[in-house]
C-alpha cells in the first residue's frame, strides 16, 4: 500500500500495490501432510500412559526447571482417546482458518478454488467430534433414564446405606483433580506429537528443543500473513488440578477426614499443597512465557 499527496487538491490517495499471489494448494498439501503423519503416530500410542516398559534405553528425563524454561510442565498421564481428541480439535482449526482466508482472497469465489476446498472440507469431516453432547444425550442418557429408574426402585433403596456427604464430597474433589490431570497429561502429550515425538517420547514435550510442526504450521500460515497461537491448556489445568487439591485438603480438614479413617499416609502433610502452590503457579506462568518466546504454540 502506497500513499502519496494530490498538489491540487491537498488529498492523500491510497494506490494499492499488487500483492504476492498466495500458492494455496501447496500450503494445503504441506498441512494435510504435517496432520496426517501426526495422526499415524497418536494412532500408535498405547490406551493410556506413559507406560515405564516402553521407555527407551538410555533415556534421560529433563528436570523441572530445565523443562519450565522451554515452556512445558515436566508430568502427566494420558488417555489416548483424548489425546486424538484434542488433536482433531486442532486440526480442524487450523483447517478452518485456512479455508477462511481462501475465501477471503478469493473474494468469496469458491469456482477458482472449488477443488480445493472441497478438500479441506473432507478432512474437517473426517477429523469432526464423533462424540458430542447431543449424541450423549440422546443416545445414552435419554433412553438409559428409565430402566436407570425402573433398576433403583427394585433395588429398594432404603435398604441402602449412603455414605455421609463429609465423606462423599472429599472424594469427588479428588476424583476431580485426577480428570484434570488427566485432560492436562493429554494435551501435553499432543504437544509430544505436534513437537514430532512418537511412543513413549510424546508424553514428555520438554525433550524436544525444537518447535517441529508448530513451526511447520507457522511457516504455512506466515504466507498467508496469519499468526498461529495455541491456549496452554495443558498449563490451565495443570493450576486448576491444584487449586482442587487444595479444597481437597481444605476439606479433610473441616471434616476431620484424616483422623477419622488414617488418610493422612496417603495425602501426606497438609502443608504439601500449599508448598505445591508456591511453585506451581509461578512455573506455569514461566512455561506459558517461555513457550511463547521460543515459538512452541
Not at 498538489?7 to 494445503?28: E, H, L
Not at 480442524?92 to 481462501?102: G, V
Not at 435419554?142 to 472424594?171: C, F, M, R, Y
Request: net charge positive; hydrophobic share 45%.
Amino acid at each position: 500500500m502506497k500513499r502519496s499527496r494530490s498538489k491540487a487538491s491537498g488529498q492523500i490517495r491510497i494506490q494499492q500495490q499488487p500483492r504476492r499471489a498466495i500458492d494455496f494448494p501447496s500450503a494445503v498439501e504441506e498441512l494435510l501432510q504435517l496432520y496426517a503423519e501426526t495422526e499415524k503416530a497418536a494412532l500408535m500410542l498405547p490406551f493410556t500412559g506413559p507406560r515405564y516398559r516402553d521407555r527407551p534405553a538410555g533415556w534421560e528425563t529433563k528436570g523441572f526447571w530445565k523443562s519450565v524454561s522451554i515452556g512445558e510442565m515436566p508430568f502427566g498421564a494420558y488417555l489416548r482417546p483424548i489425546v486424538i481428541s484434542f488433536l482433531h480439535w486442532h486440526f480442524r482449526n487450523r483447517l478452518t482458518d485456512l479455508r477462511k482466508i481462501i475465501l477471503l482472497e478469493t473474494r468469496f469465489s469458491e469456482l477458482p478454488m472449488k477443488g480445493l476446498i472441497a478438500r479441506i472440507d473432507k478432512a474437517r469431516d473426517f477429523w469432526r467430534p464423533r462424540i458430542t453432547v447431543n449424541s450423549v444425550l440422546f443416545t445414552w442418557l435419554i433412553p438409559l433414564a428409565g430402566p436407570a429408574v425402573a433398576l433403583w426402585k427394585w433395588a429398594d433403596p432404603h435398604n441402602i446405606s449412603i455414605p455421609s456427604t463429609e465423606l462423599i464430597i472429599p472424594w469427588l474433589v479428588l476424583s476431580v483433580v485426577y480428570s484434570l490431570l488427566f485432560l492436562a497429561g493429554s494435551f501435553r502429550t499432543k504437544r509430544g506429537l505436534m513437537l514430532g515425538g512418537t511412543g513413549y517420547a510424546a508424553s514428555f514435550p520438554q525433550q524436544f528443543a525444537k518447535p517441529g510442526g508448530y513451526t511447520c504450521e507457522r511457516e504455512i500460515f506466515g504466507r498467508m500473513h496469519i499468526a498461529t497461537s495455541e491456549c496452554p491448556f495443558d498449563l490451565i489445568l495443570s493450576v486448576a488440578a491444584l487449586g482442587f487439591y487444595l479444597v481437597f485438603q481444605f476439606l479433610l480438614l473441616r471434616s476431620n477426614f484424616t483422623s477419622s479413617i488414617g488418610f493422612a499416609p496417603f495425602v501426606g502433610p497438609h502443608v504439601v499443597p500449599f508448598i505445591f502452590a508456591l511453585i506451581g503457579i509461578p512455573a506455569a506462568v514461566m512455561a506459558w512465557m517461555s513457550r511463547k518466546k521460543l515459538g512452541r504454540i
